[in-house]
């Protein structure tokens, strides 16, 4: 190794630190995916300063505590009429289980009108119908929300704690969803019988998947995951895309609670978003798994204008933290100092 030349024994000692540097570079690819883009400053000049206050004060003072209202009536009336029929039509389980869908239905519907939502959805809604199931691209809790005012969908979704947890197994229940923990291995293969199971089922609400597996901003898709298209049956793709006038809907979940997200949509003036039921795709006789799964991703991407990324999303959960990074940076910060010191 010491008789290469001085310029090729120079690039073989930092070969380590330019893997890294590159992969830096992966990594910040990546993180765009999962940023909330501040919106820019509009409001700093003697004309608009004194509005943009006016509005921040009907925004926190009126709109809000008025939300509040609309979204603790909801609850009320959600929680009262489903123990109620839980208890008084135990012996009428198909009536009770319409009710109970329609409550479900109900109170999403009180969650959109808590943000003031404007909400436009383009082509025929879901229908009930084995062997069919929904995908969507996915950019926070509240789309599911979106999409379940209008249609009982049985949705897959991680088991969050708290409050929202509380509320997901009421509405997981009422609609037939199935809950799952990421961090949890098994729980990968239940879920997976569980689809197959409810797919084939007649009479089971239409299925919903978020196949990116966590909220990115509205702005790029990750991969999907190839579960939703290896269940043999036809895949319906949603395309969701919200308008950021006047607030971003991403939540990253890493960051910022759900009640703290929900409380900056409800001093909002409005969440506006447009949701496309596209047509049904069946997978092709020479089609992976995968290429299909890409393939419904394109049509989703067209259609919302997102940008693909090829990044596995679960990475956002795996990526080494600041510490590490630090380390790596002193570590490497050392190697130059020792070497200019030769």
Known sequence: MSDLPCSEQDFLDISSALNEAAGAIVDDSFT???????????????????????????????????????????????FSSFFSVHFLLQRQQALRRKIQRFLAELLCCFYVASWTGVI???????????NQVFVANHTSMI????????????????????????????????????????????????????????VRGS??????????????????????????????CAVCPIAIKYNKIFVDAFWNSKKQSFTKHLVRLMTSWAVVCDVWYLEPQIRRPDESPIDFSERVRAIICARAGLKK???????????????????KQQSYAESILRRLEK
Not at 120 to 130: I, M, Q, T
Not at 214 to 226: A, D, E, G
Request: include cysteine; aromatic fraction near 14%; hydrophobic fraction near 40%.
């Open 32 to 78: 765009r995916c999962f940023k909330s883009n501040a919106p820019e400053p509009w409001n700093w000049n003697i004309y608009l300063f004194p509005l943009w206050c006016f509005g921040v004060l009907v925004r926190y003072l009126i709109l809000f505590p008025t939300r509040v209202v609309i979204l603790a009536m909801g609850h009320i009336i959600f």
């Open 309 to 327: 990324v090829p990044w596995d999303g679960y990475l956002k959960h795996s990526r080494p933290g600041p510490k590490l990074r630090e380390r």
């Open 203 to 232: 009479d089971n609400n239409p299925l919903l998947i978020f196949p990116e597996g966590t909220c990115v901003n509205n702005q790029y898709s990750v991969m999907f995951k190839k579960g939703a298209f290896e269940l043999d």
């Open 120 to 130: 436009k959805y383009h082509g025929p809604l879901p229908s009930l119908r084995p």
């Open 143 to 198: 789309d599911f929300i979106i999409l379940e005012q209008v249609t009982p969908f049985a949705v897959i979704m991680q088991k969050h704690p708290g409050w929202v947890g509380v509320l997901q197994n009421f509405i997981l229940e009422t609609v037939g969803g199935i809950p799952f923990n990421r961090g949890e291995a098994k729980d990968r293969e239940v879920v997976g019988e569980k689809l197959k199971n409810h």
